[in-house]
């Protein structure tokens, strides 16, 4: 699988909107960019996934740029409760195994 | 809600004083897999259940093993835990068929102090 490279961390604004990045200059034409994110003292949540189209859902938006090389998640309105570690993660199609990163961390603030 | 339940939340040991943990699922979903994370760091899968079929990860120690009775229980046995398997334990599942993308649904996880 592709690696990928997120900033250690990043702040942003409540209600203000969250603008995660992410590298995967390496990826291949037929692996998938997830993005899931870890509360604190829970377990993982899915996000969202995408192949090479914007994709939305109630929870984000995922932008991939044309040659794939990178990706952003948009956490439109960001709250305190989205405070959290966030995971992107590049898999194979039909590959059910994830290989966790660092991830970034975001705060939220008041 | 259909959902990846862990027990218990909390689990001290002895050092070399076997444990166990349990994962159930209500989704009905296929895999099941097992993570270890240590503080501060990244879910590292240990192993997982396609269907009855286990696969461990190559560097998951032998201390490590699981069992799947049925669709909706898995187990992770620690046969002798030692200091460094203090971790929080997440139980993970999916619908995997064979095509397509899969979403994983953790569990709260199991934190495991080792005394």
């Known amino acids: 699988d592709a ?4 900033p250690t961390s990043m702040d942003c604004a409540e209600g203000r909107a ?6 995967h200059s390496t990826i291949s034409g037929n692996e998938y ?3 899931y994110r870890q509360i604190h003292s829970q377990g993982p949540q899915y996000i969202i996934h995408g192949l090479k189209n914007n994709e939305t859902n109630e929870m984000a938006s995922l932008i991939i740029t044309e040659d794939r090389k990178s990706s952003t998640l948009i956490l439109p309105h ?6 959290a570690v966030y995971y992107c993660i590049v898999t194979r ?3 059910y195994k994830l290989s966790f990163g660092a991830g970034t961390t975001v705060t939220v603030r008041a | 809600d259909a959902m990846v339940i862990q027990n218990p939340r909390y689990q001290v040991t002895q ?3 076997p444990v166990t943990l349990s994962c159930s699922q209500t989704l009905n979903h296929n895999v099941m897999y097992w993570y270890q994370q240590k503080s501060s760091q990244a ?3 240990l192993f997982h259940y396609y269907d009855k079929d286990f696969n461990n990860e190559a560097d998951t120690p032998d201390n490590f093993q699981s069992r799947r009775p049925n669709t909706s229980f898995c187990f992770l046995d620690i046969r002798s835990p030692g200091l460094g398997d203090a971790a929080m334990y997440l139980c993970a599942t999916s619908r995997a068929s064979g095509q397509g993308t899969y979403e994983q649904y953790f569990g709260p996880g199991t934190r495991l102090t080792v005394t």
């Open chain 2, 15 to 17: 050092f070399g004083k």
């Open chain 1, 3 to 6: 690696k990928t490279t997120q």
């Open chain 1, 93 to 95: 199609a039909n590959d």
């Open chain 1, 33 to 35: 960019v997830y993005w």
């Open chain 1, 78 to 83: 960001a709250t305190l409760r989205d405070t």
């Open chain 2, 43 to 45: 879910p590292k899968l």
């Open chain 1, 18 to 23: 969250a603008n995660l990045p992410c590298n």
